[in-house]
């Protein structure tokens, strides 16, 4: 069992920052790319940003240039800053690493973006 376990979610209003963490296994940490998911209500879990083990980030259209994905390489633990946040970014963000054939996922924390 891969250990992924977020935190950092909250109540925020839009325009407003949030940083999201994501602690794993020091294994996984050095050799595998991890993802952030996000659900919204009433829609599937979607793709947000991904880092890769040689810090190489990719984003969705939706939060490019308002949020940035990091690797603490001191430390096991991913990060998502999540700057100018918008009613649409609510949702329950997943930490995801796929892992010798296995996809994994965190419990879950919760953003919710309202004024």
């Known amino acids: 069992q891969v250990k992924l376990v977020e935190s950092g979610g909250g109540l925020v209003q839009p325009g407003g920052s949030l940083r999201l963490s994501c602690e794993t296994d020091?294994?996984?940490?050095?050799?595998?790319?991890m993802a952030w998911y996000r659900q919204a209500p009433g829609n599937q879990r979607e793709w947000v940003a991904s880092?890769?083990?040689?810090?190489?980030?990719t984003y969705t259209g939706s939060v490019r240039g308002r949020f940035a994905i990091s690797r603490d390489v001191f430390n096991p633990t991913m990060y998502l800053q999540m700057n100018s946040l918008q009613i649409e970014d609510t949702g329950v963000y997943y930490c995801?690493?796929?892992?010798?054939?296995?996809?994994?996922w965190g419990q879950g924390t919760q953003v919710t973006v309202a004024s």
């Open positions: 020091p294994m996984i940490f050095r050799f595998y790319t």
């Open positions: 880092i890769t083990a040689g810090l190489s980030a």
């Open positions: 995801n690493v796929n892992y010798s054939t296995e996809t994994y």
